[in-house]
């Protein structure tokens, strides 16, 4: 058990802590955070529980966390990522979480961009193109089907093009729709 524990946590300690400083845009609330939901798989592995997709169940368990941690907080929700209400969004990414994550500036320019989706859409992208989540897996953590995952990441990507000006070449759009060459 204990062997278990120690390879999830060096699996997958990074990814829930990444996961929940985006969200509640306090470092050491996220390290509290992450913190509990490694107590928490713990509990569940010493009580017998049977875990058929770790990362899912903790990446379950840290949504649930900051969920609650908003209800209790009664502050402002989720989807407004301002730290001061200046308007500006917050950066989570300290240099000691950018090289962990690798990430450049477009890594934070596409993390910037993903926390101003939807917050339906939001949770899904970043956990399919971010963490690596498979639909089933991120279905699992949002407590959603799979098919719903797999709707909320395409229409994310379709929102994210929006807000990157990637659906814009050129001041045509790029769509779906199509048009005619003459």
Same mark, same amino acid.
């Given at each position: 058990?204990?062997?278990?524990?120690?390879?999830?946590?060096?699996?997958?300690?990074?990814?829930?802590?990444?996961?929940?400083?985006?969200?509640? #845009?306090?470092?050491?609330?996220?390290?509290?955070?992450?913190?509990?939901?490694?107590?928490?798989?713990? $509990?569940?592995?010493?009580?017998? @529980? @049977?875990? #058929?997709?770790?990362?899912?169940?903790?990446?379950?368990?840290?949504?649930?966390?900051?969920?609650?941690?908003?209800? $209790? $907080?009664?502050?402002?929700?989720?989807?407004?990522?301002?730290?001061?209400?200046?308007?500006?969004?917050?950066?989570?990414?300290?240099?000691?979480?950018?090289?962990?994550? %690798?990430?450049?500036?477009? %890594?934070?320019?596409?993390?910037?961009?993903?926390? $101003?989706?939807?917050? #339906?859409?939001?949770?899904?992208?970043?956990?399919?193109?971010?963490e690596g989540l498979s639909p089933p897996e991120?279905?699992?953590?949002? %407590?959603i089907s799979s098919g719903a995952a797999s709707?909320?990441? #395409?229409?994310?990507?379709?929102?994210?093009?929006?807000?990157? %000006?990637?659906?814009?070449?050129?001041? @045509?759009?790029t769509g779906t729709d199509s048009k005619s060459?003459?």
């Open positions: 058990m204990k062997k278990r524990f120690s390879e999830r946590y060096e699996a997958d300690a990074d990814a829930i802590f990444r996961f929940c400083v985006i969200r509640v #845009s306090d470092r050491e609330q996220a390290l509290d955070i992450t913190q509990e939901t490694f107590t928490r798989y713990w $509990k569940s592995l010493a009580g017998g @529980e @049977e875990i #058929s997709n770790e990362r899912a169940f903790l990446f379950t368990v840290a949504y649930r966390l900051i969920v609650d941690w908003y209800r $209790k $907080k009664r502050a402002e929700p989720m989807s407004s990522m301002d730290d001061d209400n200046t308007g500006e969004a917050f950066d989570p990414i300290d240099e000691r979480t950018a090289e962990s994550m %690798g990430m450049g500036a477009e %890594g934070r320019f596409l993390v910037d961009a993903i926390s $101003k989706l939807a917050p #339906s859409n939001r949770d899904a992208v970043y956990l399919r193109f971010v991120i279905g699992k953590a949002l %407590g709707v909320r990441v #395409s229409r994310g990507l379709v929102e994210l093009r929006k807000i990157t %000006g990637y659906d814009d070449i050129d001041g @045509e759009d060459m003459d």
